[in-house]
Nanobody, 125 residues
Framework: QVQLVESGGGSVQAGQSLRLSCAAS????????MGWFRQAPGKEREGVTT???????SYADSVKGRFTISKDNAKNTLYLQMDSLKPEDTAMYYC???????????????????WGQGTQVTVSS
């Protein structure tokens, strides 16, 4: 049974940093696409960043240069380092993964078979 568990969310001031983690169980992070998505109140869920099985990364324009995705395959854990946070980054952040063997990432949400429960990030001005 695949389980993704996010942690590391919280409330910070604008300009500060947070690091989110996503621990995967029943799942091997090394061979599959994984990503971070977020959903702000009243808005649709959107892609933030993805990482392919070969380590290639993609970022939404709104977070380029501020957020960094990485993973530790030995720990089966995905990370999101968020620097220079802005109030518009406030959202519930979700870790997601494609089915095992699907190593290339694309943005459409329906491609992701596994989702965590989310961790809240609140940035105040």
């Amino acid at each position: 049974q695949v389980q993704l568990v996010e942690s590391g969310g919280g409330s910070v001031q604008a300009g500060q940093s947070l690091r989110l983690s996503c621990a995967a169980s029943g799942y091997t992070t090394s061979s599959t696409c994984m990503g971070w998505f977020r959903q702000a109140p009243g808005k649709e869920r959107e892609g933030v960043t993805t990482i392919d099985s070969d380590g290639s990364t993609s970022y939404a324009d709104s977070v380029k240069g501020r957020f960094t995705i990485s993973k530790d395959n030995a720990k089966n854990t995905l990370y999101l380092q968020m620097d220079s946070l802005k109030p518009e980054d406030t959202a519930m952040y979700y870790c997601a993964a494609r089915r095992p063997g699907y190593g290339v990432c694309y943005w459409p949400l329906y491609l992701y078979n596994y989702w965590g429960q989310g961790t809240q990030v609140t940035v105040s001005s």
